[in-house]
T-cell receptor
């Protein structure tokens, strides 16, 4: 069964700390998404990766295709970063674009 | 650009009823995917519509059906509602001609079945 695993499930940190959230998947993918979901539901796409590294402001996403692993990093974390961060993949092999999601990482940044 | 929009925002139904949820894709997008997110879980893929046809389907019963209109907007219909259908229903749009078809999500419709 194709699976997406995230860790940690929950993470509480102090403002200013460097945050790392991990995502592993079981088979080949064509793309990996990092998403942010705030209470109330709305999902915002942070990154879409197929290789290498991407950076946007204080957020950095990396992916290692050989190891089937991706990380999302937050530098100089802030309470407004508190949200659920979700990893989602599109399996390789063509077909439609339905994503498979991890269960999410609940991040709380305390002031 | 309004992005992906969904209606209604919230909905309360009773068991056995039928519900229709609506989604308008981001401007320039032609593909709509629907997801169900139960409380505390990651979203689950329901199905995807492109060129007014269902292209791929997740592990959901036939009670879940959909439609895509010529303007690319889409509806999700759920018949014979069960308590377990209570969830946040998310719509995502993408452009099929793109290399990796990045998906943009709507705010969701929260369905409560009593």
């Amino acid at each position: 069964k194709n699976e997406v695993e995230q860790s940690p499930q929950n993470l509480t940190a102090q403002e200013g700390e460097f945050i790392t959230i991990n995502c592993s998947y079981s088979v080949g993918i064509s793309a990996l998404h990092w998403l942010q979901q705030h209470p109330g539901g709305g999902i915002v796409s942070l990154f879409m990766l197929s290789s290498g590294k991407k950076k946007h402001g204080r957020l950095i996403a990396t992916i290692n295709i050989q190891e089937k692993h991706s990380s999302l990093h937050i530098t100089a974390s802030h309470p407004r970063d508190s949200a659920v961060y979700i990893c989602a993949v599109r399996w390789s092999g063509g077909g439609a674009d339905g994503l498979t999601f991890g269960k999410g990482t609940h991040l709380i940044i305390q002031p | 650009d309004a992005g992906v929009t969904q209606s209604p925002t919230h909905l309360i139904k009773t068991r056995g009823q039928q519900v229709t949820l609506r989604c308008s894709p981001k401007s320039g997008h032609d593909t709509v995917s629907w997801y169900q997110q139960a409380l505390g879980q990651g979203p689950q893929f329901i199905f995807q519509y492109y060129e007014e046809e269902e292209r791929q389907r997740g592990n959901f019963p036939d009670r879940f059906s959909g439609h895509q209109f010529p303007n690319y907007s889409s509806e999700l219909n759920v018949n014979a509602l069960l308590l377990g259908d209570s969830a946040l229903y998310l719509c995502a749009s993408s452009f099929r001609g793109g290399t990796y078809n990045e998906q943009f999500f709507g705010p969701g419709t929260r369905l409560t079945v009593l």
